[in-house]
């Protein structure tokens, strides 16, 4: 059986269960197993994705969580350099990473995104995970 992770920061806790919830139903409605893993914010994304991927146990990660902007530039440092992260950790080591992280201008647009619609983020970012795993199979590219 597939084994997947889930990292999502929870500087947003109503945010990050929504996300999480949604990441998981779609998991487990792939028959996969997963695991969730927190941590507090955006910017720790990276780090966690790739303590997950170089434990061996996964097949792939969904990164989640959000990132609302504020009065500073702070939003623009947090979003690229998470965005950036992430896609290193998956282009070194060929193991799926997605960026579900919310990058929005506020709570309203963040709500909109975060489960129950067509605009579901923890749920497309399990996904494209699912996507790419079963490319890296088809391929059969090296782990």
């Known amino acids: 059986m597939s084994r997947y992770a889930i990292v999502c920061a929870t500087f947003y806790r109503d945010l990050a ?5 949604s990441a998981t139903a779609a998991f487990e409605e792939a028959g996969a197993e997963v695991d969730v893993f927190e941590v507090p914010g955006a910017y720790e994304l990276p780090m966690a994705a790739a303590y997950a991927v170089d434990s061996e146990r996964y097949d792939g990660v969904a990164c989640l ?24 950790v998956q282009l070194s080591t060929g193991i799926p990473c997605a960026f579900g992280v919310l990058t929005v201008e506020n709570m309203e647009q963040a709500l909109a995104r975060a ?28 782990e």
């Not at 969580?65 to 290193?88: F, K």
């Not at 749920?123 to 090296?142: D, K």
Request: glycine residues 14%; proline residues 2%; contains cysteine.
């Open 17 to 21: 269960d929504r996300l999480i919830a």
């Open 65 to 88: 969580g959000a990132v609302i902007r504020g009065e500073t530039t702070h939003y623009d440092y947090v979003c690229g350099e998470a965005a950036r992260g992430i896609m290193d």
């Open 115 to 142: 489960g129950g619609d067509k605009r579901d983020q923890g749920r497309h970012a399990a996904e494209a995970v699912l996507a790419l795993a079963a490319l890296s199979q088809q391929l059969g590219t090296p």
